[in-house]
Nanobody
Framework: QVHLVESGGGLVQPGGSLGLSCAAS????????MGWYRQVPGKQRELVALTNSGAGTNYADSVKGRFTISRDNAMNTVYLQMNSLDPEDTAVYYC??????????????WGQGTQVTVSS
């Protein structure tokens, strides 16, 4: 069993900042990728930022220069620092991880989601 537990999120004014964190726990052999997706009602879940072991990071064009993803490998934790937030960033943010539970078995895992609301 693997669990992703998110923290952070909430209400922030436009132009403000917010941080998210996500810790993976359970039967983990290695973590290939960790990142964040977001979803608004009626739309598909979209990539926000992803960090891959040995392959760098990538961001959605809409968040480049404003959001920063980082990862603590020792703690199996990924962070998302969000600056210059815009109402368009309002969504449920989901933590994502691609995890090997053994050397050969792997799976995609999701957190429970955390609401981020940008509003004055």
């Amino acid at each position: 069993q693997v669990h992703l537990v998110e923290s952070g999120g909430g209400l922030v004014q436009p132009g403000g900042s917010l941080g998210l964190s996500c810790a993976a726990s359970g039967s983990i052999f290695s973590i290939n990728a960790m990142g964040w997706y977001r979803q608004v009602p009626g739309k598909q879940r979209e990539l926000v930022a992803l960090t891959n072991s040995g392959a760098g990071t990538n961001y959605a064009d809409s968040v480049k220069g404003r959001f920063t993803i980082s990862r603590d490998n020792a703690m199996n934790t990924v962070y998302l620092q969000m600056n210059s937030l815009d109402p368009e960033d309002t969504a449920v943010y989901y933590c994502y991880a691609l995890i090997h539970v053994t050397q050969r078995e792997w799976g995609r895992y999701w957190g429970q989601g955390t609401q981020v609301t940008v509003s004055s």
